[in-house]
């Protein structure tokens, strides 16, 4: 069964430096998806990306967030300078359309990257 | 505003016991409602979704839910709980305000011999 892969499992970088944590979507999706869950707290929202753009985000989205797809396969999410709350399990997703479609498109999930600011 | 509630942060359960976690929204739109299941270490797996339709829906590892519009509820049940249920369980709201998902904290799920 496809699913969505993630790189690295765990980072770890000293705050105000740039990370870079990479997934791969389902082949034949068109939507992607970073959502991330501080430890104890909900799965938060980030940002969605279709058609090389991004279509939706979140407050949490700030300048300091990039996304990119910069090949066929992999779909990137940088944090340009790292803060100690930017401390989080990282999530990225895919679906096939979206909520709009028909049917309306489901989101698969990956493992995650859990990401530590020292 | 677009929620979602669990109210059960935790629940153990025994062995063979039925189970029922509580999952309440709060969406401005028709809402698709989602269970996603965690194991330690492993990444948010589909349990089941509900678009329309019947508002019993069935899903993998014989877990089902149903959706009541009247309370806002989209309650994941299990007849018999398998020591392998042991995760944390997220209810998920999106619709057509969007292509977010707006999550619940999760619930945790621990199963005694």
């Known amino acids: 069964e496809p699913e969505v892969t993630q790189t690295p499992s765990h980072q770890v970088t000293q705050m105000g430096q740039e990370v870079i944590l990479r997934c791969v979507p389902i082949?034949?999706?068109?939507?992607f998806y970073w959502y991330r869950q501080i430890l104890g707290q909900k799965v938060e929202f980030l940002v969605s990306?279709?058609?090389?753009?991004?279509?939706?985000k979140s407050e949490i989205f700030d300048d300091q967030f990039s996304v990119e797809r910069p090949d066929g396969s992999n779909f990137t999410l940088k944090i340009r300078s790292t803060k100690l709350e930017d401390s989080a399990m990282y999530f990225c997703?895919?679906?096939?359309?979206?909520?709009?479609?028909?049917?309306?498109?489901?989101?698969?999930f990956g493992p995650g990257t859990r990401l530590t600011v020292l | 505003a677009q929620s979602v509630t669990q109210p059960d942060i935790h629940i153990t359960v025994s062995e063979g016991a039925s189970l029922e976690l509580r999952c309440n929204y709060s969406?401005?739109?028709?809402?698709?409602l989602f269970w996603y299941v965690q194991s330690p270490g492993q990444g948010l797996q589909l349990l089941l979704k509900y678009f329309s339709g019947d508002t019993l829906v069935q899903g993998i590892k014989g877990f089902e839910a149903e959706f009541k519009r009247s309370q806002s509820s989209f309650n994941l049940r299990k007849p018999s709980v398998h020591w392998s249920d042991a995760a944390e369980y997220f209810c998920a709201v999106g619709g057509t305000h969007g292509n977010q998902f707006y999550f619940g904290t999760g619930t945790s799920l621990t199963v005694i011999p």
């Open positions: 990306f279709y058609n090389n753009e991004i279509s939706e």
């Open positions: 997703a895919s679906s096939e359309t979206g909520l709009g479609g028909v049917p309306p498109g489901t989101q698969y």
């Open positions: 082949s034949n999706h068109l939507y």
């Open positions: 969406y401005g739109a028709t809402p698709y």
